[in-house]
């Protein structure tokens, strides 16, 4: 038990050495941009799909469902404003954070946990390139500067979503609709959910390429780099959630 | 190189259209707050606020011209109210516009309106004061209740003084209702009023078969029957009149509930295609 628990801190203190290492390579040259812009496509691009595919079906099913409560108030006009606030606010964030947990966090990791039992990474090291370098620091920033764009697009195809949700027991106008929906922004909720988005990003790929990069030799080790690294990103992401908001909150 | 260029298209769209979505967004809630484009300065000052907050809406006419930028106490009793509105309203907005505070629906925000003045043609200018018209508070509200509350306790202290001393006074109204006495002796009273009528009524007919009054009762009867006669032909044209809205009605009723049959099979039917 207390071996188990020193072990997590252990972990907790190794990956922030590693964290570290990540904030020094990253301003030293040479800069892999090549790679970088590969690893920008691999992540954003091709994760597209699957986050507009969840964003709309979000706002379509927040929608629905919180429509008979607010009939019953007798605030139905409030529906734009208030699935557009949770959207914007929480859900896409956090929803699109853990998607990408799932389908980026747990690719770097196999990815990089099967070149290190294959020995790749040592290889690189003899070859005189600067694994961390080339495979750690491009695919990091590549998530970080990444994840708020795809949940940009989240937010805004949720948004439509919504759309769709109320013209299936009303018909409101897609003008009047937006309006409404900038009427009850702010920029309040707009700024520090954007902020906390880049803290998504850069803690699942951190996760990953630490989970990957420190794979025991092993077949099944890639497996279990994968499997962990989702864990511990999707967990992450939650605590990461709450600080933010409980700063928010506390500020403004 | 070709392999590069095969997917830094796609990049390259996808993080433009990403930040343009967020730029856009941006755009939109700044213009909500009238941060961009030109605007004009309003203060007013208030006795109270009740309850307005920085960010609430400014109506003129009923449309949104702005918000409410700043909210001081400026002493005690003055509460200064600065308001940032569109540039293009400035041209109606003349110097004896009031504003006042209000509520937007029951359980709304509360906004700010500004209602235009009846004399002045001098638009205002910019950082310029308009006056302020107090909002009907609670307080003053609980002020005229209690007042009436008031009038009602003092009413009803003297009807009661009015009743005790109808039960137990001696006056002429208490010994009405109370004394036996006093009853038999009213009722004893009309029934005397009653035959003294009753010889008088004799010695009216007695009168009208004498000569000398005779030819008067006479006119008096024609008069009364002509006119009895002229009130019956105006009953009989009233009836008609009435008769006619009636059917006239009856007729607006049957074409009413006609519609809504008609209404209710057309809700019917969505209701149905809707399940559908």
Not at chain 2, 97 to 126: C, F, Q, R, Y
Not at chain 2, 210 to 230: P, S, T
Request: charged share 25%.
């Amino acid at each position: 038990m207390i071996l188990n628990i020193k072990n997590t801190f252990a972990e907790i203190g190794e990956t922030t050495i590693f964290a570290k290492r990540f904030f020094k390579e990253v301003l030293i040259p040479p800069y892999e941009t090549k790679e970088f812009l590969r690893q920008c496509y691999v992540i954003g691009y091709r994760s597209l799909p699957l986050v507009a595919i969840t964003g709309f079906i979000m706002g379509l099913v927040l929608t629905l469902q919180s429509r008979p409560t607010l009939v019953k108030f007798g605030a139905e006009s409030w529906l734009p404003g208030m699935v557009a606030l949770s959207l914007i606010r929480e859900i896409a964030p956090v929803i699109t954070a853990l998607i990408c947990a799932g389908k980026i966090s747990s690719g770097i990791g196999a990815e990089l946990g099967s070149m290190k039992v294959t020995e790749q990474i040592d290889a690189m090291e003899v070859s005189a390139v600067n694994p961390y370098n080339y495979l750690v620091v491009t695919r990091v920033l590549a998530c970080t500067l990444m994840v708020p764009i795809l949940v940009f697009f989240a937010d805004a195809i949720g948004i439509i979503g919504g759309y769709v949700g109320i013209n299936i027991h009303g018909d409101v106008n897609f003008y009047r609709f937006l309006t409404q929906i900038v009427q009850s922004l702010e920029y309040l909720d707009l700024l520090p959910a954007t902020l906390k988005t880049f803290f998504f990003g850069f803690f699942i790929g951190i996760i990953g390429c630490y989970k990957g990069f420190n794979a025991s030799n092993g077949t099944e080790s890639v497996g279990q780099a994968a499997n962990s690294a989702v864990v511990t990103a999707s967990l992450s992401i939650f605590i990461i959630d709450m600080v933010a908001v409980q700063i928010t909150d506390l500020f403004f | 190189m070709e392999k590069q260029s095969g997917y830094t298209w796609k990049l390259g769209m996808f993080v433009t259209i990403g930040l343009l979505l967020f730029i856009m967004a941006v755009y939109f809630i700044g213009k909500q707050q009238n941060l961009f484009g030109s605007t004009f300065h309003i203060t007013s000052q208030f006795k109270t606020v009740s309850g307005l907050e920085v960010g609430n809406n400014v109506r003129f006419s009923g449309i949104n011209v702005g918000t409410v930028e700043q909210i001081q106490l400026k002493n005690d009793s003055t509460v200064v109210v600065v308001l940032v509105m569109k540039e293009e309203v400035r041209k109606f907005i003349k110097t004896d516009a009031t504003a006042s505070i209000g509520s937007d629906g029951l359980m709304g925000d509360k906004v700010l309106t500004i209602s235009p003045g009846a004399k002045s043609k001098k638009v205002i200018e910019d950082n310029g004061q308009i006056a302020s018209v107090d909002g009907i508070e609670m307080q003053d509200l609980m002020k005229s209740v209690k007042k009436s509350v008031d009038n009602v306790g003092i009413i009803s202290e003297e009807l009661a003084i009015f009743s005790h001393s109808m039960n137990n006074g001696n006056g002429a109204l208490a010994r009405l209702v109370k004394d036996d006495k006093m009853a038999n002796s009213v009722s004893n009273t009309l029934s005397n009023l009653e035959t003294g009528t009753k010889g008088f009524s004799e010695n009216m007919e007695a009168a009208k078969s004498n000569f000398l009054f005779r030819g008067y009762f006479k006119k008096k009867e024609k008069e009364k029957k002509e006119k009895a006669e002229e009130r019956k032909e105006k009953q009989e044209e009233a009836k008609k009149e009435k008769q006619e809205a009636r059917q006239e009605k009856q007729e607006e009723q049957e074409k009413a509930a006609k519609e809504k049959e008609q209404k209710e099979k057309e809700e019917q039917q969505k209701q149905e295609d809707a399940k559908k």
